[in-house]
Every structure is written in C-alpha cells, then in structure tokens.
C-alpha cells in the first residue's frame, strides 16, 4: 500500500450567512489548499465533494468557479460525515496508487436551508419531536445516572471549547465564558442549555492529499494520514447502550489497525461535539478513555489544550459552528495546523499523532449514517 | 490490478408512480441482485448508492429495508450518472484489492419531486428556456445541416430503441410504432417531438460485484468488468463544436486503454439517450462510428438488433424511461443479460464485449457534470 500526505489544506471562517454561495466558499479553501500545497490546479486528478443540502452538482460548481475541470468530480452525501468521507475516497485512490493528487473538499450553506433543527421528514420519531437535540439529552441524562456526571462537567466542556475556539480565527463562536454562563443559558432539552448545542453554520474546507513521491518532488510540510476509516451504523445504539457508542467503537477499532497503534498512542483529538454529552460519548466510543472516565478528565483538565489529552483543539463544533458537509475536512485541518506546529495560542507542544472523529444522520433509526476516523501523524 | 466481475444484477421494472418509495425499490433491485449473485447478505462489505433528488441517507434506508447494516455505505450524486458512477467506486474497492463483494445500487422517486423538465434553478441560461430539451433541440438542428441528418433519422431512433422495449418486460415504454407516430407526436422543441425524448421515470437498480476469488468459490454467471472510467466535463461541448462530445470521447477513450481494445471491438452498447439526438452524438462521440456516419447506421439498420453493431438493445432511456439514479447500473444489467445470453427476444446471438456509456448534468455550463464508460466482457 502507498502512503498518503495531506500537502495543503485550508477552510473558510465558519459563519451564519445565507447568502455565502457554495461555489465561492468552496473556491476559497480549494484555492487555500492548493496554494498551501504548492501543486498546480492541472495535477489534480479526482475529485470527491462532500455535501449534504445544496442540490446538483456542488463539486462541479466548486470547481468551475476555481477555474479548472476535466477531471473526474464525484458528489458524496453521508450528513454530517460528508467531508471527512471525501477525505477518504481521495486517500483510498492515493494508497491504492490510482492517483498521486486528489482534492476532497467539503462545502455547506445550512443556514440557507435548514431553519430549526435537523429532522428527516420521513423519520417518524424525529417529526414527533425525538429530534437530534432529544435523543441527546436523554443520552445525557442516563450518563448523569450511571457515572455521577452533573450539569457543570458537560458546562464544562462548552467552556473549553469555545475557549479554544476564542483562539481560532477560523471560528466564529469563541468567548471566554464561565460554567455560569452555560448553566444560565436558555434550557433547550434538559439537561442540555443553549450553550450545550452546537450551531448550523456555513463554510468549506478542503485538502490537497498527494502520494509519497509528490512529497518528495515538492516537500513543503506533508502530514501523513495513517488511517481512515468510515463504517455506518447498525441498530441506534441508544437501543442498546444509551452511554456508548457501538459504531464509534467499531470505526476507531478499524483505524487502529490500519495505523497500527492503539487509542494511548493518541495524543488529542477532534471529535464530533455537537452536544457537549457528544464530546464524552466519543471520546469513550474511541477507547481514549474507559467508560466514564470522562467525568474525571473534564474534573482534572485533560482534555483542556494544557492537559494530557486535549479534545477539540480547535474548538470542535461547539466553537467553531457546524457546516455539515465541510465540518469533517475542518477537523483535519486543526490536526494538521498542531502536528504542523502552526496553532499558535492554541498549540499543543511537540503534538505528533492526532486522531479526528466524525458522524453523521441517523435515517431509519439507524445508530448513525457513517462514522468516520481519520488518524494523522505529523513528521 | 484485480480483476471485478458482476455476479448478481437487478432492477426493476421502470415505471412512473410518485408514491414508490426509494428504500422499497432498492430493496427489490437489491434482493435481486444478492440472490442471483448466490452471496450472503453479510459478505457485503461496502455499499455506493447513487441517487440525486431523494434527500439524505438514500442508501442507508435502502439497506435499513433490505434488513442488514453495519458496513459502510456511501451516497453518491453525479446527476444522471450517479448509478454507473455507484458502480465504478465498487469496482475501484475491488480491483484494488481492498473488497472482495461490493454493492452498487441506483434508485430514484423522480416523479414526485420533478414535475416538468429538469432546470437547475442556478443555472440563468436554463431558467430562461435554454432547458436541456432546447439544448439539444440545437445540436439535431446543426447535426442536420452538417451532415443530413433529417427528422426520420431521428424517428427512426425512437422506432428502434421503443421495439427493443417492447421485447423488455422491465421497460415502461416499448411500443411497435413507426416513423410516422414520432412525426405526427407534438413538437417539443423543433426538431424533437415528444417520441424523441425521454420520460422521467421512478425505479432502481443493483449489482453485486465481486473479486475473481469470489467467483471461484461461488461460480454462477460472472460477467468481467473489464474498465470502468468517469470523467467531468470542461467547457460546454456546444460552445466547441455542437455535434461532437468532448467528455464521451475523452472517458471512452480512457475505458479503451483499460481494457486494451478499441471501439471496434464493442459489439452493442447502450448509451445515454436522453433524446434520439443524443443517441447520435453518444456512438460518434463513442468513437464506435465516424462523424456523420450514425446517418448510413440508421438507414441500413445497423444500430438494431439484427444489425451489426445494436444499440440500446433494452430500449434505452426512451424505451425504459429514466430514474436518473437508476439509468446507469440499468444499462450495466442490460449489457449482463445479453453476455450472459438470458435476453429473450433482445438476445443479439453471440454478444461477448458490450458497453454501457452514461453522462449526466451541466451546472454552470461545463459540458456535464460526469460522463461514464463501463466495458464489460462475457465468458
């Protein structure tokens, strides 16, 4: 199997703006990317767009208004997994050695489209009001049960987050905020406040991925991807367990093994936050902690960015807001910006192996659509 | 490279019926292809859907309905080519060697979300009338002046590919008419009459594929995929030359290169006629005959069944009718049947190399969004 580098990658400021077109958001990271790679847009040789509300053709239309085509553009829909599963197919086509340059780019204007919550119409449970935000704080309320976790862990971890983002000029929901502040914020599913939830955002991301011999003519600082893997779920896991998640488990078990190393090898992460009870689910799902052990990281600050193990560098969903389909390409874009070193405030010192988890849907009753985990190690 | 075979294939009939429901046709077409292929539902180990206008997670709730989750699955779009481009990412997992049972499945409710003809809203020259029905309207126009063509070449196209149909029990529209029932049909957009276009359709498609060590163990009627290629359109092809497709010709001539032959040696092939005209441009632009020379095929019959090189022998997109999702892996089952000799009264006796040629889509005005070739071989 040939090796895969991220050369070049680059996201827009997330924001709420309905009227950001995906072309031109997505323009911007592709051409951010490029630059950063220091390839010519001609040696791009696939590409996979990830997207999951703006219709027909969004890569082609990224592309076009980029300036270049005749290459092969591939569409990809997994919600809220939609950018990191681009990110896959391009790594697949660079190790399986049918390419040595691909792009996957991750695009979403949401706010355009999506007012309230995300609810499929055709999800009985969802429309009966058992929306994302529910199954959440029911998840959060038996966690509370089994392991002695209160309001202020999960408070807690909104205050990192969007503390970390406060560094990240890529986000647009950082602030310095106390527990208070979560706590007083507006109940939205008990136990999860306002500031609990994450927010429907717009913006792109995309990477460059290039083989080892592309590294080698250009240099320039690659990050090798050393796993990802993408699995969709089986039965919801709230049907099994409320507190861990099966497809989590399954889709990191698989990295692992791809990366050959084991979740004590991961130094931080960026995992799929989209509720603060979220964080905790996936970090355990990912094994970086036993099963309720959470509740003692988020006591101790390790997963705060001058802990052992800081969670969501860049201040994960919670800080930077969610644009579904570019949400998973952002995530690697903070490992590659600590294992290049390029953080700045938000830096982890000598960062090496870091690990970015995502998911997304939950059509069908389904545990989730796809989860994805992508494991990179810097130089 | 390993080789890819289809084993099992399905679709079902194409019809129009806004109240069938994706995860119920896929199920059939998946079903279908799983029993004919002789596999375990559990061996699959990836699933592409390709499906453009039915919302998130189409190939989760197709595979929630047909009882089995678990593996990854992938939602593609690339317009009408979603289908066939479902088919080459399983064939890419398979002749890389990182699959040995594959799903690719195409489905599409397109009746009850697409009322009239298909115009992207963002598309400024479509929106004032430039549809696709006026687009290629213009290409017969100056196929006409170029070569002379007449309006009964192109009847006789709608003839041929609606008698092929006739003989398909999975096709909507055959009919036994003649030249005179196009020309007496309403006038869409001068020279197309209704008879020389397509009909917006509902249905689904599926097919197992799978690694030579597959077909060892199960037998059965593997069918070769011997190439596979896609590749996205540049500028529009009518803004170079209106009577010649630059993205048919660059992804046929690269699926040529894979397989190690050249147009001579297909013997049939379906290809994406949307309208009698596009017929024409695709077996040009297929490199199966010279520029102008579709006009002699037509006369002497040699594009029918009995002729020496058939085209749309399941009755194409005119004779079947088009669930854009489901079109490409329908021509993949027609192309099967006939290698495997299980075609009825389509049989064309002695069919071993066929070809299934499918593009779709042109947002921003690129010449399409995906264009597919895919070259199968018989035993």
């Given at each position: 199997?040939?090796?895969?580098?991220?050369?070049?990658?680059?996201?827009?400021?997330?924001?709420?703006?309905?009227?950001?077109?995906?072309?031109?958001?997505?323009?911007?990271?592709?051409w951010?990317?490029?630059?950063?790679?220091?390839?010519?847009?001609?040696?791009?040789?696939?590409?996979?767009?990830?997207?999951?509300?703006?219709?027909?053709?969004?890569?082609?239309k990224?592309?076009?208004?980029?300036?270049?085509?005749?290459?092969?553009?591939?569409?990809?829909?997994?919600?809220?997994?939609?950018?990191?599963?681009?990110?896959?197919?391009?790594?697949?086509?660079?190790?399986?050695?049918?390419?040595?340059v691909?792009?996957?780019?991750?695009?979403?204007?949401?706010?355009?489209?999506?007012?309230?919550?995300?609810?499929d119409?055709?999800?009985?449970?969802?429309?009966?009001?058992?929306?994302f935000?529910?199954?959440?704080?029911?998840?959060?309320?038996?966690?509370?049960?089994?392991?002695?976790?209160?309001?202020?862990?999960?408070?807690?971890?909104?205050?990192?987050?969007?503390?970390?983002?406060?560094?990240?000029?890529?986000?647009?929901?950082?602030?310095?905020?106390?527990?208070?502040?979560?706590?007083?914020?507006?109940?939205?599913?008990?136990?999860?406040?306002?500031?609990?939830?994450?927010?429907?955002?717009?913006?792109?991301?995309?990477?460059?991925?290039?083989?080892?011999?592309?590294?080698?003519?250009?240099?320039?600082?690659?990050?090798?991807?050393?796993?990802?893997?993408?699995?969709?779920?089986?039965?919801?896991?709230?049907?099994?367990?409320?507190?861990?998640?099966d497809?989590?488990?399954?889709?990191?078990?698989?990295?692992?093994?791809?990366?050959?190393?084991?979740?004590?090898?991961?130094e931080f992460?960026?995992?799929?936050?989209?509720?603060?009870?979220?964080?905790?689910?996936?970090?355990?799902?990912?094994?970086?902690?036993?099963?309720?052990?959470?509740?003692k990281?988020?006591?101790?600050?390790?997963?705060?960015l001058?802990?052992?193990?800081?969670?969501?560098?860049?201040?994960?969903?919670?800080?930077?807001?969610?644009?579904?389909?570019?949400?998973?390409?952002?995530?690697?874009?903070?490992?590659?910006?600590?294992?290049?070193?390029?953080?700045?405030?938000?830096?982890?010192?000598?960062?090496?192996?870091?690990?970015?988890?995502?998911?997304?849907?939950?059509?069908?009753?389904?545990?989730?659509?796809?989860?994805?985990?992508?494991?990179?190690?810097?130089?």
């Amino acid at each position: 199997m040939h090796k895969a580098y991220v050369l070049g990658i680059e996201m827009t400021k997330f924001t709420r703006d309905p009227r950001l077109r995906i072309e031109k958001m997505g323009a911007e990271a592709v051409w951010g990317a490029i630059k950063e790679a220091g390839i010519d847009l001609k040696d791009i040789q696939e590409v996979y767009c990830g997207n999951v509300y703006n219709g027909v053709g969004v890569g082609q239309k990224v592309m076009v208004e980029v300036g270049y085509m005749g290459m092969p553009i591939i569409n990809l829909e997994n919600a809220c997994s939609s950018g990191s599963n681009a990110v896959r197919e391009i790594y697949l086509g660079v190790t399986s050695g049918r390419i040595d340059v691909g792009l996957a780019v991750g695009v979403e204007n949401l706010t355009s489209v999506i007012k309230g919550p995300l609810v499929d119409e055709d999800d009985l449970e969802g429309a009966m009001g058992n929306s994302f935000t529910a199954i959440y704080a029911q998840r959060a309320r038996r966690y509370m049960w089994e392991y002695g976790l209160k309001p202020e862990h999960l408070a807690k971890i909104s205050v990192n987050n969007k503390r970390n983002a406060y560094y990240n000029e890529k986000a647009s929901y950082g602030e310095l905020i106390d527990i208070a502040t979560v706590l007083n914020s507006r109940m939205v599913a008990d136990p999860l406040h306002l500031y609990d939830c994450n927010t429907n955002a717009d913006g792109a991301a995309a990477a460059v991925i290039v083989s080892e011999k592309i590294t080698k003519r250009i240099g320039g600082k690659p990050v090798e991807i050393v796993a990802s893997s993408l699995r969709s779920g089986k039965l919801p896991d709230r049907f099994i367990d409320m507190t861990f998640e099966d497809v989590t488990h399954r889709t990191a078990q698989d990295a692992y093994k791809q990366a050959g190393i084991g979740p004590k090898d991961i130094e931080f992460a960026e995992v799929h936050d989209c509720f603060t009870i979220a964080e905790i689910l996936r970090v355990e799902g990912l094994g970086l902690c036993e099963r309720g052990g959470m509740v003692k990281w988020i006591e101790d600050g390790t997963i705060e960015l001058t802990g052992k193990r800081p969670i969501n560098p860049s201040g994960g969903l919670l800080g930077k807001g969610h644009p579904i389909g570019a949400t998973g390409i952002a995530q690697i874009y903070e490992i590659c910006k600590q294992l290049r070193g390029e953080a700045g405030k938000r830096q982890i010192p000598g960062a090496r192996i870091g690990l970015a988890m995502n998911r997304g849907g939950a059509v069908a009753g389904i545990e989730a659509n796809a989860c994805t985990v992508t494991i990179l190690r810097g130089e």
